[in-house]
């Protein structure tokens, strides 16, 4: 049944906003404060990742958290910059070939309108289901080889030296030809500061419940960490003149927000992006959904994938006019949130505010922040992201999986993010197509002293002499419908084939045109045999349908209500079930 759709399903702010209470507002406001503090340096961080001036990424961190608290379902996510996001925006403008900050900035700004106007349209068109569409070994995959990619592109900035590339061979030996030119000072600032972030994520935490700290101050201390890692290596690049001595610097961050406004609608670029801002829609979509899906069921509360679609939308419209770059619903910045005890989405808007202020005061502060830091954040980041382990799962429990996430892997790793994502899409619809295209088929028997049916191979049961019952369990269509006929073929020649036959279609859902007519082939075919075809408990809405074809007027056999029945009609025992 569909939902009736109403202002405040467009709006769900209309329906948390009635009940928010003084406490609601308490909470929200606390973690919002330890979201802030967050978002500071990792928006740096990604807008450098980006390619982009490390003032955009606090642009796409205020805004877009508003359009989400006016449109989101999800209580707890946070919108803004992520890692994979970032790097998919790196590669789109790469390829552009741009040279001036000011067209890079606004090819970043209508990225994002673009991505915010496909999944508009996605959301009116109620495709929320996309995500179904794209496996999640494949998406593991993906994410795996971009974290490889971010981490292997930040490593220049550890190092204080110049190298580029696009995929993880190109970036290695970029990065291998430039070794000589290895910057001691960059070095140092940049080891100290992974360290201190790496120690901050995996022991703060436990040294600070030793020294009497209560388990969530503890905890959301620990995630405040790198904004004391991002004030240490300011002040100490300041102190010590580190500018001066070749580590490269933030620099000058503009105060205050650019002016609102759409970016430019240059064909040229829309037509150049509509590939990557698409990609960005999907891939982006996917994180979020999967996100504010796993902090609603924490809290026994559900989101509306279209609705989702809309507020991501918004979003990144939101982004583009406030000069952002794409945006989705974070993991790491949701979970904070979450964990911070935020209970709506006003905690985002709280958030933005607290990052308005930043932008507004303290970007001056942010001069001698040492890009070495920025990148030792992305990097332990995306350390999250890397999970090898997807490969060994995939390997022990199905090949085929195996093969579509290794495919992935690989292909993103070999020749960038465009062609990996296209490799996941398309493994994933193959992955559905080859699993599908040969369905499983069982003879089916009855189990002694009772009405209930088996598997020949799995069980000891009872078959009758002239009669052949197959279980189907797939869908029929015309990826399958082949196979099918093959399989009856095979079974049903031979010097004793069976005088009658049964499809148990217990497990088909749907029969398409093309399975239909292999249906009534079958039919025939058997027909001119003298062997007689019976359905049997095929369920209502493919039965409505089968009633107005030849199938069903032409059927040799019946069609019974369960496989007891057609047993019995068969010349099977009619011994009573067993208690």
């Known amino acids: 049944m ?25 909470d929200d406001s606390m973690a919002a404060v330890i979201v802030t503090i967050m978002l500071i340096p990792q928006s740096l961080a990604y807008a450098l990742l980006a390619g982009l001036p490390p003032e ?53 700004a209508l990225l994002a309108l673009m991505s915010g106007g496909m999944l508009l349209a996605m959301g009116l068109l109620r495709l929320g289901q996309v995500t179904n569409f794209l496996s999640h070994p494949v998406i593991s995959g993906f994410i795996t080889a971009s974290g490889l990619l971010i981490a292997a592109s930040q490593l220049r900035h550890l190092l204080g030296i110049d190298a580029h590339g696009h995929t993880l061979v190109e970036t290695l030996h970029s990065l291998t030809q430039s ?84 970016p430019s609608l240059d064909l040229g670029l829309i037509r150049d992006l509509w590939v990557p801002a698409l990609m960005i829609s999907v891939i982006g979509f996917v994180e979020s959904a999967s996100v504010a ?90 350390l999250g992201l890397v999970d090898f382990g997807i490969l060994k799962r995939a390997w022990g429990y199905s090949k085929v999986d195996f093969i579509a996430v290794a495919a992935t892997l690989i292909t993103t790793l070999a020749f960038g993010v465009e062609p990996g994502v296209l490799t996941g899409v398309a493994a994933s619809i193959a992955l559905h197509l080859y699993k599908t295209s040969r369905p499983h088929v069982a003879e089916v028997g ?39 006929e093959d399989l009856i073929e095979e079974r049903t020649a031979g010097d004793h084939p069976p005088r009658n036959l049964v499809l148990v279609m217990s497990a088909v859902n749907e029969v398409d045109m093309s399975a239909l007519e292999t249906l009534e082939d079958i039919n025939t075919t058997l027909r001119s045999r003298s062997i007689d075809l019976h359905l049997c408990e095929v369920k209502g809405p493919v039965m409505d349908r089968l009633q107005k074809t030849h199938l069903i007027r032409d059927l040799t056999g019946q069609v019974f209500l369960s496989q007891w029945q057609a047993w019995r009609a068969l010349g099977g025992s009619d011994t009573p079930r067993s208690a």
Do not use: C
Request: glycine share 8%; proline share 6%; net charge positive.
């Open 2 to 26: 569909t939902r009736k759709r109403t202002l405040s399903t467009f709006l769900p702010i209309l329906g948390w906003a009635r009940q928010y209470s003084r406490q609601d507002a308490v």
């Open 56 to 108: 955009m990424g606090l642009y796409a961190s205020i805004l877009p958290l508003v359009a989400y608290a006016i449109f989101g379902t999800s209580r707890s996510l946070a919108v803004g910059p992520v890692a994979v996001l970032s790097l998919m925006t790196a590669a789109a403008i790469g390829a552009l070939g741009l040279t001036t900050p000011q067209d890079i900035a606004l090819a970043a």
């Open 179 to 262: 070794l000589p030119d290895t910057h001691l000072p960059t070095v140092i600032v940049g080891g100290i500061a992974l360290a201190s972030l790496i120690w901050s994520r995996r022991s703060l935490k436990a040294a600070l419940l030793k020294i009497g700290f209560k388990a969530r101050a503890a905890e959301l201390t620990a995630k405040a960490g790198p904004i004391v890692v991002v004030i240490g290596t300011t002040v100490a690049a300041w102190a010590l003149d580190l500018g001066a001595q070749g580590v490269a610097l933030v620099g000058s961050v503009p105060t205050g927000l650019p002016p609102i406004g759409l």
């Open 293 to 382: 899906q796993t902090l609603a069921r924490k809290r026994k509360q559900r989101i509306d994938p279209d609705q989702e679609l809309l507020a991501l939308g918004a979003s990144n419209i939101a982004s583009s006019i406030s000069g952002g770059f794409p945006v989705t619903g974070g993991f790491a910045r949701s979970v904070v949130n979450f964990d911070a005890g935020a209970r709506t989405p006003a905690a985002g808007a709280f958030t933005a505010i607290g990052l308005a202020f930043a932008a507004f005061a303290l970007t001056p502060l942010l001069f001698h922040l040492p890009k070495a830091t920025l990148a030792a954040t992305i990097i332990v980041a995306v």
């Open 446 to 484: 009855r189990m002694p002293q009772s009405e209930h049916f088996r598997n020949v191979l799995r069980h000891e049961v009872e078959t009758l002499p002239d009669t052949l019952m197959l279980r189907v369990d797939e869908s029929l269509y015309f990826a399958n419908a082949r196979f099918l």
